[in-house]
């Protein structure tokens, strides 16, 4: 996602950018749409720009329960500040990325890659009453019962 210096020293407001998954060139990701949107603004600060707005990414995570594959759209809020003061960026702050006054447009591929990575749950559940996969017969339990269920209830019940 470029944007050009000429148009940041002009200033944009809920500028929509559209970016196609598959210039994220990672495959350690799977998504329900094959767009993913950046809704941005961007205003002038002493040595650089502002630039705030919003991802909005269509996930598609795997129940770690029952192994569906759930679509989640997220909308991932992020400000960063684009500058040419070296001083900014030595404060080890990962909102800042130099720009170089000589350079006529900057990247924010890897800021919004990040941003997308954050975003992933460690755990993650279609719901929190998702009743997993049967561990003998292996079918989803949020779509079919299994005689086995039953079974071991019985069991249970009689001990
Ligand atoms: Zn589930
Ligand atoms: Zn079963």
Redesign the pocket.
Known sequence: MKLFRTDLITGFTDRLFEIPVDSLDKSDLVFSSGIIRCLCSSESFPNGFKIKGTVTVPYLFECDRCLDMNSDERKIPFTVWVTEDTKLIDKVNLDTLFFPNTADEIDLMETIYDLIHIEIPVKYLCSNSCRGI?V??G?NLNHQS????EQSENTVLEA
């Open positions: 049967c003998r017969c079918v299994c005689e086995c269920l």
